[in-house]
């Protein structure tokens, strides 16, 4: 039998004893205010229910990381922080996907900077949570981690390395690699690509963050606040979830995005991987996890504040235009997805 049968009478129970304690108001004391106040408390849990339903807390491991070791990791993280492996010694992947203070894998430019200051073509994304993605990059041209994990070495607008090979060779002069390979690799300890893109991947599945919203979908009605609350109702009242759904909400779906603002238009998004026309401008639908972190938005990096996004994204796709005080409250709950760790940075 289900326990939600159960919470209107344990509701009920409640309430003399939260009067008693403070918890709740005890003047004017009559039965309409405590049938207000059980409305207000079932509401919350309804609201609690259907979040849970229709997006849920995201999993504390992601998938495929049964095989992570800590050692694997600890050599992946090694990797991404090392200047060396770019061609001038300059760059590492940390240098875009900050992951200090309040970072969460990006680095706060409309589009990143390669190893000799080249302008990359888009946003960089979070890296927090990546390994719950089916598709990576804008224009889902990956489909996993480890098939991704040797581009920006060799991208001449990143690291810029002429080959794998190069790679290989850097990797082979620094001695402490030797080390470090053997240990999270013993059955096969010689430093090779396989073990490159296996323990780069394996770090960044560790990057997994949690959130009040977790909490309050986990039970903790009070993890979140009464604004955020209204938000969250809001976001699902819009249907908001259509596009940005499952626990990561988004980032499995590709969408055009046809609007009445300008975006880069030299950049075709998913076509140039498909060659696809319909492909033309569909770009993949970013997770909203750490969205209130990983300003400047969109594609292009063209968008600065989380307001104006969401302005845009009522003007694209939305039942109805919302007012000035529903952004407020959307921001509110979109706060709500940051990593505890992050947002008190």
């Not at 875009?96 to 080249?118: E, I, K, M, P, Y």
């Not at 490159?196 to 960044?204: G, L, M, P, Q, Y």
């Not at 990561?248 to 991987?273: A, H, Q």
Request: hydrophobic share 35%.
């Amino acid at each position: 039998m289900r326990l939600s049968r159960f919470v209107p009478i344990l509701l009920l129970l409640l309430l003399p004893f939260c009067k008693a304690n403070g918890i709740l108001p005890t003047e004017n004391n009559s039965s309409s205010q405590d049938n207000l106040t059980l409305s207000i408390l079932l509401a919350g849990f309804d609201l609690q229910e259907e979040a849970k339903r229709k997006i849920g807390s995201l999993p504390l491991a992601s998938p495929r990381s049964e095989s992570d070791s800590k050692e694997k990791i600890a050599l992946g993280e090694k990797i991404f922080k090392d200047n060396s492996l770019s061609l001038n010694s300059v760059q590492s992947c940390s240098t875009c996907h900050l992951l200090t203070g309040r970072n969460v894998g990006t680095d706060g430019q409309a589009t990143s900077l390669g190893t000799f200051g080249q302008a990359g073509k888009r946003n960089t994304p979070t890296i927090f949570n990546v390994g719950f993605l089916e598709t990576i990059f804008w224009d889902g041209r990956k489909s996993n981690l480890e098939d991704q994990a040797l581009l920006p070495f060799v991208d001449s607008s990143e690291m810029a390395l002429g080959s794998t090979s190069d790679l290989l060779t850097r990797l082979n002069a620094k001695s402490e690699y030797s080390t470090l390979f053997a240990k999270a690799f013993p059955e096969s300890p010689s430093i090779q690509l396989s073990s490159v893109k296996t323990s780069i991947s394996a770090f960044e599945r560790s990057l997994i963050s949690r959130s009040r919203f977790d909490d309050f979908v986990d039970g903790n009605p009070y993890a979140i606040s009464l604004e955020e609350k209204e938000g969250l109702r809001l976001f699902l009242n819009l249907n908001c979830v259509d596009c940005h759904n499952s626990s990561m909400l988004g980032g499995s779906k590709f969408v055009k995005l046809d609007t009445i603002y300008t975006y880069n238009p030299n950049d075709l998004g998913r076509f140039e991987v498909t060659g696809i026309e319909a492909d033309r401008f569909v770009f993949r639908t970013p997770s909203l996890r750490n969205v209130a972190l990983t300003q400047p938005y969109f594609h292009d990096g063209s968008v600065r504040t989380l307001d104006e996004a969401v302005r845009r994204m009522n003007e694209y796709n939305s039942p109805r235009m919302i007012t000035e005080r529903e952004v407020t409250l959307l921001v509110a709950f979109l706060k709500s997805l940051s990593d505890r760790s992050k947002a008190n940075f």
